[in-house]
Every structure is written in structure tokens, then in C-alpha cells.
């Protein structure tokens, strides 16, 4: 199974699920889910999706996520946190190719699986240009399945 890597940013996220043909399923809250500052998220923690508010076809804007507790079924699992460093913002480019290197290269660590063969797929939330200015340099890194929710956390999983 090829995974896929979905790069989100923590106020302007761009979007790539259209231009790669992949739609991501609309989420319906439940009574048990918080919302959530994404500068603050921590390793361990879930969250679903968020319908995100969008400026054009290719960037939205996101600040918070719908945090829930990983015994209930959820989309996303933070598993780790990188800070990136250099005095300049990335392009988009360099963001996505930091982002997929520190993302990939964490993962076996946390599910105790590699992940070319694992069935989850890597995201990130990455600082956009604005929130950059404002000292935020941290990648937060994320599992998930395709279309499914995931239940209980995928630490040391090995799935």
C-alpha cells in the first residue's frame, strides 16, 4: 500500500487533496470533543478533521481542531513534534520536503512499524508565513487511515 502525505498548516492550509484526487470525509462532532488550539497541540493527542474556512480553491484557513479522546473513534493522531530552524520562512517546497522527512523519519518510533509498510498515512500541521513571523517554527506530526476512523491510541501498535 503506497502511503500518502497530506501537508496541513496551522492558519493557512493548502490544499493538495484535490489536486491528488483524494477527499477527505466530512466529519459530524460528538458531545465529547473539544475544541483545540493547533499551535498547542501535544504527541498523543487526537482529533478529528475540521471543516476548514476557505479564501480560494487552493488554501484554507484552520486555528483549532476538534480534540477527542483517543479511546473514541477519531481521524488523526499527533505523534510527533518537530521545531524547525533558520531565520527565513521555507518556500512551500522546502516546507513540504522538511516536513516529509521529519514526519516519515519519526514514525517508526512512535507505531513501532515502518511506514512504507504500515497502513497509515502521514500529515502535518506546518507554520504558515504569518504564524512563522510570530516564533512559530513547530511541525506537528500526524497518523491516519483513509477513509476510517481510527479507535485507541497507534503508539507501539505495530499495524
Not at 27 to 53: R, W
Request: proline share 4%; aromatic share 8%.
Amino acid at each position: 500500500m503506497m502511503n500518502q502525505a497530506i501537508p496541513f498548516s496551522a492558519v493557512l492550509l493548502v490544499s493538495i487533496l484535490t489536486l491528488a484526487g483524494c477527499e477527505k470525509k466530512e466529519v459530524v462532532p460528538t458531545a465529547t470533543e473539544q475544541s483545540h488550539d493547533v499551535f498547542a497541540l501535544k504527541v498523543g493527542q487526537c482529533f478529528n478533521d475540521e471543516a476548514p474556512i476557505s479564501d480560494s480553491a487552493e488554501n484554507t484557513s484552520i486555528s483549532t481542531v476538534p480534540l477527542i479522546e483517543c479511546q473514541q473513534p477519531h481521524d488523526n493522531e499527533v505523534f510527533a513534534n518537530h521545531d524547525l530552524t533558520g531565520s527565513s520562512f521555507p518556500t512551500e517546497d522546502e516546507m513540504d520536503s522538511q516536513a516529509t522527512s521529519l514526519c516519515r523519519g519519526s514514525f517508526e518510533a512512535y507505531v513501532g512499524k515502518a511506514y512504507d509498510d504500515s497502513v497509515f498515512s502521514v500529515g502535518w500541521i506546518s507554520p504558515t508565513a504569518e504564524s512563522w513571523s510570530k516564533n512559530d517554527r513547530t511541525i506537528n506530526c500526524m497518523l491516519y487511515q483513509d477513509d476510517t476512523k481510527i479507535t485507541g491510541s497507534k503508539r507501539g501498535a505495530a499495524i
